[in-house]
């Protein structure tokens, strides 16, 4: 799966930012799509994930201040962040595949991310 990560950027606490991962091909129509960060000397984690059906999950850390949606046609899975916080600040990733690949991120290749600083 090859996917394009944007949207990132500088932001302020309590700013918002939207990322959006596009992919070409059909690919969102029969796969989960999550959406995944990396901040520096941490591990990479799972932050919200959107399956074939819209059903979406969320880690703790973002309830409810991010929202993961799609555009109707499947081609672009978008990551609405809200309330941002300096502990957001990561790289952020998405990728697509089976539920168990999402939540075990087993995948054979990753995106160059988009990077998200929140810093006053």
């Known amino acids: ?27 969102f129509n029969i796969a989960v799509v999550g959406w995944y960060r990396q901040a520096p000397g941490k ?6 994930s959107i399956s074939r059906l819209g059903n979406t999950k969320y880690a703790d850390s973002v309830k409810g201040r991010f929202t993961i949606s799609r ?11 809200n309330s941002l916080k300096p502990e957001d600040t990561a790289v952020y990733y998405c990728n697509a595949g089976t539920a ?12 160059q991310g988009t990077q998200v600083t929140v810093s006053s």
């Not at 555009?71 to 962040?81: C, E, G, P, S, Y």
């Open 100 to 111: 168990e690949a999402i939540n075990q991120m087993d995948f054979d290749s990753w995106g």
């Open 1 to 27: 799966v090859q996917v394009v990560e944007s949207g990132g950027g500088l932001v302020q606490p309590g700013g918002s930012l939207r990322l959006s991962c596009t992919t070409s091909g059909v690919i």
């Open 71 to 81: 555009d109707k046609a499947r081609t672009t899975v978008w990551l609405q962040m």
């Open 43 to 48: 591990q990479r984690e799972l932050v919200a």
